[in-house]
């Protein structure tokens, strides 16, 4: 007959793992936020757009629901070290998760306010950096399922391949400004689209430090962080 | 003589009462992060943009401080109802003010990238913009500290001024580098500064939020909240 520690330690392990399909579910929705909009945005689609606006309330709610029960589980199951480690790391990845659906709704947002841009030549690299993104975020949600510390590490050396990707973008668009000058109010609003991309990848970072630190219970080496400038 | 409930709730007050001198602690520096960066960025003074990125170090140290003690407090007082709302409205608003010192320390990250700014006109309205995100970050945390919902309301209503503000500022700059396609380079930073400024106030409305429904229980009406476009 199970005793009542063997019967708390699976009720803990039940939470956790439903703390983590839920978490899972928020990354898969954040990543097709992110490829519906940029779909939604090299087809000057504003149906999609709407659709990718529309669809982040479900993040939102699956959000609240990590909340409720991490809280839940905090309080009746008084966990110690690793096991509160790991329920405040889900709080707070899904809050981060949340915020990655709020950048893709953001680019969704802009779609209609840039219609006319068959001409934007640097659009075209766009979706190779939405990839590079949406794969860092798919990979960190790997790493937390598995607890696996290095590949939170090799998460964060994406990161800098994403930083440069952007640098180099920021360039290509201002120089197009420079020479299409009337099309700087609708490139303004690709600068924003290309910085949500950079920041849905350092937001993948900050996760994957949450993960190494659940794993491990130590910070990860400043070296192996990832993080742009500006 | 105290009994064993009395001693709980006054432990627990003590530690509520913590919670909120940690969180207004963090709320002052991240006023003094936004005040400083923008005055970094008038006078092109790095050091003081320097200043402002390694200051941030230390309101990143109070969030963790903040969830250090939330988790406890939740694992060993178990709070119920109004007083667990409490709690983790504290554990959010911090991560929320967290978040807004580090917009303060991207503006101080693009001081050094916008130095012969004597000429872009449109600079000149940017500490007025700053004061105002400044004051949502303000009176919100006054708010919380007061649980106020009705104080929590107003913040939300000047959002939609600072949105306003957001909008003509992007316009005035898209046009001032339409006239003066040289200056693209530095001017798309500014925007970038702007937007940052335009975060601030959403994050100060989202506390805002954080801090009605702590107060009284209930989400605050959709027509009460602030909140741009894009």
């Given at each position: 007959m199970a005793t009542g520690t063997e019967h708390t330690v699976k009720a803990f392990d039940e939470d956790i793992g439903q703390l983590r399909g839920?978490?899972?579910?928020?990354?898969?929705?954040a990543e097709e936020?992110?490829?519906?909009?940029?779909?939604?945005?090299?087809?000057?689609?504003?149906?999609?757009?709407?659709?990718?606006?529309?669809?982040?309330?479900?993040?939102?709610?699956?959000e609240a629901e990590v909340e409720r029960l991490a809280v839940r589980v905090?309080?009746?199951?008084?966990?110690?070290a690793d096991d509160l480690r790991e329920v405040v790391a889900a709080l707070k990845i899904a809050a981060v998760v949340e915020r990655i659906g709020d950048y893709a709704k953001n680019i969704a947002k802009r779609v209609?306010?840039?219609?006319?841009?068959?001409?934007i030549e640097p659009l075209s690299v766009l979706p190779a950096m939405a990839q590079m993104a949406s794969d860092m975020v798919h990979d960190?949600?790997?790493?937390?399922?598995?607890?696996?510390?290095?590949?939170?590490?090799?998460?964060?050396?994406?990161?800098?391949?994403?930083?440069?990707?952007?640098?180099?973008?920021?360039?290509?668009?201002?120089?197009f400004m420079m020479e299409n000058p009337k099309t700087i109010g609708q490139v303004a609003h690709l600068l924003f689209v290309a910085k949500n991309l950079e920041?849905?990848?350092?937001?993948?970072?900050?996760?994957?430090?949450?993960?190494?630190?659940?794993?491990?219970?130590?910070?990860?080496?400043?070296?192996?962080?990832?993080?742009?400038?500006?």
């Open positions: 839920l978490i899972s579910q928020m990354g898969g929705l936020a992110i490829a519906n909009a940029m779909q939604a945005l090299q087809r000057s689609d504003t149906k999609l757009a709407a659709k990718v606006r529309s669809d982040d309330a479900r993040i939102d709610e699956i905090i309080a009746l199951r008084a966990p110690m209609p306010l840039i219609e006319q841009h068959s001409g960190v949600l790997d790493a937390f399922a598995a607890r696996d510390a290095d590949a939170a590490v090799r998460v964060c050396e994406q990161d800098n391949a994403l930083d440069d990707f952007y640098s180099s973008l920021f360039r290509a668009l201002v120089t920041r849905i990848g350092d937001h993948a970072t900050n996760v994957a430090e949450m993960v190494y630190f659940a794993a491990t219970g130590n910070y990860m080496a400043e070296r192996d962080r990832g993080g742009s400038d500006v």
